[in-house]
């Protein structure tokens, strides 16, 4: 697990009165290969900006931010247009109001950062702690940050503040069943599929430490063999069937 070194931004926790200088720390960041477009030849290749109906490369220089309101019809923003619709930038977080029993849903949380106390935030930061693990209550606030509104709500997680900056409510899909007419499972179904279940459930706390990207750890192996001039064994992928007997692949699962 990486250690949290680097603020990913700082801001100002307000509480009634009292502010409080903070420091956001991302919690999570994916670790992706990441690849760059060559040609055969090993060169790096530039991406260039093109005109798409005379087919002409532009210069960023020479173009404009628009906005399609009907098929190949947009209204054009000025930079200072934009600027000025997104406000003050003060990275302010609000404390809106406080709510008790409030569960943050894995759907509705966009990013998820820890918040320490800045210089000169360390006793109202602990203030807030304190009082929010008394009352059991979490904090919904507004965050203005890089010109935008954010929503985000305060919880405390090991004695420290945990910030999740939330989807609004018009961002979230309704899930909407995309199959209709399944069947049921039969009774034979059901009581191998309890017994796989209970064959694959962890005793105690679940440890997620254990698992780990494999990709990841293959891709570094090939680069290190490709680096050494080796060749990599390539292992070929199976076809995955859609039929099946469910009652005789939840008994083999058994096995």
């Avoid at 918040?115 to 930061?125: E, H, L, N, T």
Wanted: glycine share 4%.
């Amino acid at each position: 697990m990486a250690s949290v070194t680097r603020a990913s931004c700082s801001g100002t926790i307000s509480f009634g009165l009292i502010s409080i200088p903070s420091k956001m720390y991302a919690v999570a960041s994916p670790d992706t290969v990441a690849f760059n477009m060559l040609t055969k030849k090993g060169n790096r290749v530039n991406q260039q900006l093109v005109d798409s109906f005379t087919r002409e490369v532009v210069e960023r220089k020479d173009t404009v931010k628009g906005y399609e309101v009907a098929k190949d019809k947009y209204i054009t923003f000025t930079d200072e247009e934009i600027k000025s619709l997104e406000g003050e930038r003060s990275n302010d977080v609000v404390i809106s109001e406080f709510v008790k029993g409030f569960q943050v849903l894995p759907h509705q949380v966009e990013k998820s950062y820890y918040v320490a106390p800045d210089k000169g935030g360390d006793k109202a930061y602990k203030l807030l702690v304190a009082a929010l693990k008394k009352t059991n209550k979490v904090a919904v606030c507004k965050w203005r940050t890089r010109g935008k509104d954010h929503l985000v709500v305060l919880s405390v997680q090991n004695d420290s503040i945990m910030m999740n900056q939330m989807f609004y409510t018009n961002e979230i899909k309704d899930f909407k069943p995309v199959y209709q007419n399944q069947s049921e499972p039969s009774e034979k179904e059901m009581e191998l599929a309890e017994l796989l279940i209970n064959k694959l459930t962890t005793k105690g706390d679940v440890d997620l430490s254990k698992y780990h990207d494999e990709f990841s750890a293959r891709f570094q192996k090939a680069v290190e063999m490709k680096t050494a001039g080796k060749d990599l064994d390539m292992v070929q992928t199976k076809e995955s069937s859609t039929a099946f007997d469910l009652e005789a692949l939840l008994s083999n699962s058994l096995k």
